[in-house]
């Protein structure tokens, strides 16, 4: 839980001073004392596990009287992402009341049907609060979500060009690989509106651009093409070097020297 809110911080980092956060989780994942796992930027964790054990260590640090700051960081963080999502949905969108969302991902992460504190399920419900109308996709959570949203506030398709046709944006929830392998140029023949906001880095932004779709991840900068500019290395972990941008370099430069002090 706390690699991934770590991941996620540096990734709203990384938005703001034009790095690419997957150049920087690639830099970081070489290093051995600290691995590539739970290294992703996204959404955020969920599930039955994670938010339910950092919420039991944070009770227990208050009965012993103390407080224990760093964990209640990464769990704050991790709420803090599903909003900072919703709020670069409406960037993209100007506006969600009355447009038509399709998201596809319900499940709290791939291989499963497990929706329980789901960041998908929590961004839907934050939508729909918004006045959106939402459809909704995934391979293995449908009937756990039927029954969650069973006042009907969203409706549900059976793949995920339906879920696409005439929506205003596309939603990338779930990371799941049937999502990473979609045609896009098929996709693009669905939609009103050619926005992607991708909550998983399921796509490099030069793909989704040529397929003509405006795109928007995290921990990335919007519209870029994926392009690097002019190679700098860069050691972390006194292990890899890896190619980066100025602003990526500026920022594995800083990450690393609180590893290699």
Same mark, same amino acid.
């Given at each position: 839980?706390?690699? /991934? ?18 150049? =920087? ?32 260590? !944070?009770? !227990? &640090? ?23 999502? =919703?709020?670069? =949905? ?16 319900? &499940? ?12 998908? /399920? ?7 609060? #918004? ?9 293995? &959570? ?52 050619? /926005? ?5 880095? #399921? ?5 989704? !651009? ?25 050691? =972390? ?25």
């Amino acid at each position: 839980a706390m690699k /991934i809110s770590y991941i996620n911080a540096v990734a709203n980092i990384a938005e703001r001073v034009g790095a690419d956060i997957d150049q =920087v989780c690639e830099a970081l994942g070489s290093d051995r004392r600290i691995g590539s796992r739970f290294l992703k930027a996204g959404i955020g964790y969920g599930g039955s596990c994670f938010p339910k054990d950092v919420l039991a260590f !944070l009770t !227990l &640090a208050q009965q012993c009287g103390y407080p224990f700051e760093l964990l209640e960081s990464v769990r704050r963080i991790n709420e803090d992402q599903r909003v900072r999502f =919703v709020q670069k =949905v409406k960037k993209a969108l100007w506006t969600v009341r009355g447009k038509r969302i399709a998201t596809l991902g319900l &499940a709290f992460k791939d291989g499963t049907d497990d929706i329980r504190d789901s960041p998908a /399920i929590d961004i839907i419900e934050r939508l729909v609060a #918004l006045g959106a109308k939402v459809t909704a996709y995934d391979p293995a &959570a449908m009937d756990r979500a039927r029954a969650h949203f069973a006042d009907g506030k969203i409706a549900f398709a059976d793949d995920p060009y339906e879920a696409a046709k005439d929506a205003d944006a596309i939603l990338l929830l779930t990371e799941w690989q049937e999502f990473a392998a979609l045609d896009l140029g098929r996709l693009r023949q669905q939609v009103r509106l050619p /926005i992607i906001v991708d909550g998983r880095n #399921l796509y490099r932004p030069e793909t989704v !651009l040529e397929a003509g779709f405006d795109y928007h991840s995290v921990g990335r900068s919007r519209g870029s093409s994926g392009l690097r500019g002019e190679a700098t290395d860069v050691t =972390v972990g006194r292990q890899h070097r890896c190619p980066t941008t100025t602003a990526d370099s500026r920022l594995c430069r800083l990450i690393s020297s609180f590893f290699n002090a």
